[in-house]
């Protein structure tokens, strides 16, 4: 029986998880709650890799986590819950398995561009740009076919992009950050702004635009618009063969029919007439696959590192 590797996708709700084949095909995936945050979790992961042991032979490890990760350290720099900051997974995990098991580490959204970038129905090229809008704005970036991680992991944060100086507060403690203009959370505040003062505001301006209200299309064109503005940044930096929209909004048809005619109206430097866009392909199980693409590139010393 040849050696196996696992990916791990460790969210806020669930952890997701499977085998991972050299083509990128899942076997035997799973999901379970999250029991916890950062150290809390140390243990259910270590359960988890233990279930899977039992079955295969497991040689490597890719485990995607929420939040940067330093690339030379694997000790995560940067997360929106402080339970993770200064963990170092890895090590942590190593205390309950054999140490001849390779465990390697990375973002979630990073993991997930990686996986788009390898198996994806739209790869192509070796620069990516994965621009996830769920509730939030988050994404990876590929660049010259390695994943970009920076110089203290919090690389391709893409939602913290500084849009517009001065703008409005961000979570993260700046103004003016890409996601206060162009996500789920943008769109729902956009639809109150114009009168849809509901729970489902966003979901129902997206509903009326649909149905041809002409003030619900405005205000999510207005959305996509922003969404295309920052594209258009990150596309002079690092002209991508292709960009791809993930995430419950990125990827409803009709938001991304709006961002199709904002792209369309986009002046772009030459010799870029324009960008294509296309949906990401893999769905909830990228940030598995690419955890595990990663993990093994790692082993085999092919560089994966910006
Ligand atoms: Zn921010």
């Known amino acids: ?21 050299l083509d990128g095909t899942v076997a035997e995936a799973d999901a379970t709650p999250t029991l916890g945050s950062g150290r809390q979790v140390v243990d259910q992961v270590a359960e988890i890799i233990d279930t899977y042991r ?7 490890v890719g485990l995607a986590v929420p939040g940067g990760v330093d690339p030379r350290t694997g ?65 990876g970036v590929v660049a010259n076919g390695a994943l970009v991680r920076g110089f203290t992991g919090a690389g391709g944060e893409i939602g913290h992009l500084p849009l517009l100086p001065g703008g409005r507060t961000c979570e993260c403690g700046s103004h003016g950050c ?70 419950g909004l990125g990827t409803d048809p009709l938001f991304h029919f709006f961002v199709q005619e904002a792209a369309a109206q986009a002046e772009l430097t030459p010799p870029r007439a324009r960008v294509p866009l296309h949906p990401a392909s893999l769905g909830v199980m990228a940030g598995v696959i690419g955890a595990a693409d990663l993990a093994r590139h790692a082993t085999c010393g092919i560089a994966t590192r910006a």
């Not at 196996?4 to 991972?20: E, H, R």
């Not at 956009?190 to 649909?210: E, K, M, N, S």
């Open 1 to 21: 029986m040849s050696s196996a590797t696992l990916g791990l996708d460790i969210g806020g709700t669930k952890i997701a998880s499977g085998l991972v084949g």
């Open 178 to 247: 890409w996601e206060q203009y162009a996500s789920g959370q943008a769109l729902h505040r956009a639809a109150q702004a114009a009168g849809w003062d509901t729970a489902t505001a966003g979901y129902d301006i997206l509903r009326a635009a649909h149905q041809g209200d002409s003030e619900a299309a405005d205000v999510v064109a207005g959305v996509a618009a922003h969404l295309v503005h920052g594209i258009m940044i990150l596309t002079a930096i690092l002209d991508p063969a292709r960009v791809l929209l993930g995430g």
């Open 75 to 139: 000790i995560i720099t940067a997360a929106p819950n402080l339970a993770w900051l200064g963990l170092d997974l890895a090590d942590r995990l190593h205390t309950h398995l054999p140490s001849s098991i390779f465990v390697h580490v990375d973002n979630d959204a990073g993991a997930a561009a990686w996986a788009e970038h390898r198996f994806g129905r739209h790869r192509d090229g070796d620069s990516l740009l994965l621009v996830t809008v769920g509730t939030g704005l988050g994404g």
């Open 54 to 60: 039992t079955r295969h032979p497991i040689d490597t």
